[in-house]
């Protein structure tokens, strides 16, 4: 069974532009969960969509955007980049019918903006 | 408010034992998770605590006491690949997301 995949792997983009991110859970996982890691430091929470819906975000600025679509995949955006967002995006999914709800997390897409 | 709390890094040397604390204080409780993470890597599970009492894995063992906020990751017969951050997180109920530690960064050393 394949697990949470993400796309790109790695992305380079200059600052003012725009990044897109896309992200596929596991088979049978409706929620799906993408968190901000700088370099050195812990995961920030940044969205978390369900069943198609934003149900929850982070402290982050409108810029970071998504959606989720009805096959459960899920698309990160950030506008106008600033070189701050550099960092790795992480998406992770959750499938309401396990017992322990236990999210599991796809590779990361490393995103450097220059 | 809600918080997390883990020791930023530590030391243990290869063969040995070591203990990674972790509290937390939540609105809500409804289960704790430890995650590894290697460098540059995702976080992978670990173990998963939603009652008292201890959960053993083979080398790696969890720990939570519910009163007094608090569980613990158990590493024993350390290895040279456990070199990684430990990542705690709890569940809170009410917002049914999890809240994350900054991690631990676990040193082995030979």
């Known amino acids: 069974e394949a697990g949470v995949t993400q796309s790109p792997t790695h992305l380079i983009k200059t600052r003012g532009q725009q990044a897109t991110l896309r992200c596929s859970p596991i088979?049978?996982?409706?929620?799906v969960y993408w968190y901000q890691q700088a370099l050195g430091l812990g995961l920030q929470f940044l969205l978390w969509?369900?069943?198609?819906?934003?149900?929850n975000r982070g402290n982050f600025p409108p810029r970071f955007s998504g959606r989720q679509f009805p096959n459960y995949s899920s698309e990160l955006n950030v506008n106008a980049l600033e070189l701050e967002d550099s960092a790795l995006y992480l998406c992770?999914?959750?499938?309401?019918?396990?017992?322990?709800?236990?999210?599991?997390f796809g590779e990361g897409s490393w995103l450097t903006v220059v | 408010g809600q918080n997390i709390d883990q020791p930023t890094e530590m030391t243990a040397t290869e063969g040995a034992i070591v203990q990674i604390n972790c509290t937390y204080q939540?609105?809500?409780?409804?289960?704790l998770f430890w995650y590894q993470q290697h460098a540059g890597e995702a976080p992978t599970f670990l173990s998963y605590?939603?009652l008292d009492g201890l959960e053993e894995k083979g080398r790696f063992s969890s720990f939570l006491s519910r009163s007094k906020g608090y569980s613990y990751l158990l590493l024993k017969e350390l290895q040279m690949k456990d070199s990684a951050s430990y990542l705690c997180?709890?569940?809170?109920?009410?917002?049914?997301?999890?809240?994350w530690g900054a991690g631990t960064k676990l040193i082995i050393k030979p």
């Open positions: 992770a999914s959750r499938g309401g019918q396990e017992f322990r709800n236990t999210i599991y």
């Open positions: 088979s049978g996982h409706t929620s």
């Open positions: 969509y369900d069943e198609g819906e934003e149900r």
């Open positions: 939540t609105s809500g409780f409804n289960g």
């Open positions: 605590n939603v």
């Open positions: 997180a709890v569940r809170d109920i009410q917002e049914y997301q999890l809240i």
